[in-house]
Each structure stands twice: as structure tokens, then as C-alpha cells.
T-cell receptor, first 114, second 113 residues
Framework: DAGVTQSPTHLIKTRGQQVTLRCSPK?????VSWYQQALGQGPQFIFQ???????QRGNFPDRFSGHQFPNYSSELNVNALLLGDSALYLC?????????????FGPGTRLTVT | AQSVAQPEDQVNVAEGNPLTVKCTYSVSGNPYLFWYVQYPNRGLQFLLK??????LVKGSYGFEAEFNKSQTSFHLKKPSALVSDSALYFC???????????FGKGTRLHILP
């Protein structure tokens, strides 16, 4: 049973560019959440997708957008990259059947903006 | 709005001694509480959770946590620390009104051989 997978592992971009990160949830999970983890910080919630729609959103600008596909996989897009967007981006999947279900995290994508 | 506080940036414990990593929380509704561990260059791994029921929750790798409603705390504990427990530990909270999970800033646990 594959866990949560993310691609790519590492990415280097230049300020102003756009980036797309990808996530495949754990088998059987239908909800995907994205987090940004800056160095030395805890994960910050970006948004959550369920049934191909954004269900929850954290305090992130509109430059951060996402998508969920019918197979539950998801993408995170960041436009007009800033140096401050450099971080580890984590994807987590869970079941939506009820609240309080733990999230399973992927290994993350390390984004460096130069 | 939910919030989580982990008051210690780092905790040092000798191998074989008991360990405690502290966490306090604030939520509007009934809390759902979680502990995760992160090893270097890895994603987060789920350790345990409290949803309802017994205040003492047992999880992976011999860890347990005690839910204290009056003190709004959910401290992580282990009776006998191992060097391999050295890692970054995160407490997280959501509530019954909102699936969004809020993480603390993390506590680095260092087990001394």
C-alpha cells in the first residue's frame, strides 16, 4: 500500500517564476491538504481539497492555488515566486468520513527560490 | 481560532530516563489533538491522537499522551527514552467545527547516550 507521494523532491526556481507541485494521496484517502514548512518552523496550513474543491484555506495569498483531480491527486501552484516562498511543501491526505482523522504526510518538496 | 503552544524549543533527556514534551492548546469547540514526529529531511509521521474517551492515549514507538481539559494540555510522554527518539516533535489541534489542523512550532528532542 503506497503512502503519500510527492514530486519533485527538490526544485530551484527564480523570483517571479511559477511552480507546480504534485501529490498523490494514500490509497483510500479522498482529502488532500497542503502545508508550507519554513526552516525551523511548524507546518503552516495552506489549503485543503475535497471532491475537487477547495474546502478550507489558511492565511496565504491568492498566488497560492491548487487543484484536485478525480483520482484525488492534487497540485499546488505558486505564481510570482518570492524569496520567502522558499520552504518545504508538505502534502497530507486523510479520510473525510468524519472529523478527527489523522493526516498522513508525504516526504515533501523542497522549493528554493533564488 | 485554534492555536497550539509548545513552550520548549529543545528538550534534553538522558537515555533510559522518562521524557515529557509539553503542549497546550486553544480551540472553540471540542479539541482533536495530535502528535507528529519529523526526522531530518523527512515528512511528518503520525504518533497518536486524542478524539474522545480515555484521557491517556497510547501511540506508536511506546509514546503516550495525557489529555487534560482543565489545563488545556496534551503533553507527550515516554517512560524510557531511546537515542533513536531524537527528532522534532509537533503537537497539532483541530476541533469539531473545523477540519483545519494547526501545528505548534515544534520541540526538538535530544536523547543523550
Amino acid at each position: 500500500d503506497a503512502g503519500v507521494t510527492q514530486s519533485p523532491t527538490h526544485l530551484i526556481k527564480t523570483r517571479g517564476q511559477q511552480v507546480t507541485l504534485r501529490c498523490s494521496p494514500k490509497s483510500g484517502h479522498d482529502t488532500v491538504s497542503w502545508y508550507q514548512q519554513a526552516l525551523g518552523q511548524g507546518p503552516q496550513f495552506i489549503f485543503q481539497y475535497y471532491e475537487e474543491e477547495e474546502r478550507q484555506r489558511g492565511n496565504f495569498p491568492d498566488r497560492f492555488s491548487g487543484h484536485q483531480f478525480p483520482n484525488y491527486s492534487s497540485e499546488l501552484n505558486v505564481n510570482a515566486l518570492l524569496l520567502g516562498d522558499s520552504a518545504l511543501y508538505l502534502c497530507a491526505s486523510s479520510l473525510s468520513l468524519g472529523q478527527g482523522y489523522e493526516q498522513y504526510f508525504g516526504p515533501g518538496t523542497r522549493l528554493t527560490v533564488t | 481560532a485554534q492555536s497550539v503552544a509548545q513552550p520548549e524549543d529543545q528538550v534534553n533527556v538522558a537515555e533510559g530516563n522518562p521524557l515529557t514534551v509539553k503542549c497546550t492548546y486553544s480551540v472553540s469547540g471540542n479539541p482533536y489533538l495530535f502528535w507528529y514526529v519529523q526526522y531530518p529531511n523527512r515528512g511528518l509521521q503520525f504518533l497518536l491522537k486524542y478524539i474522545t474517551g480515555d484521557n491517556l492515549v497510547k501511540g506508536s514507538y511506546g509514546f503516550e499522551a495525557e489529555f487534560n481539559k482543565s489545563q488545556t494540555s496534551f503533553h507527550l510522554k515516554k517512560p524510557s527514552a531511546l537515542v533513536s527518539d531524537s527528532a522534532l516533535y509537533f503537537c497539532a489541534v483541530s476541533d469539531n467545527r473545523d477540519d483545519k489542523i494547526i501545528f505548534g512550532k515544534g520541540t526538538r528532542l535530544h536523547i543523550l547516550p
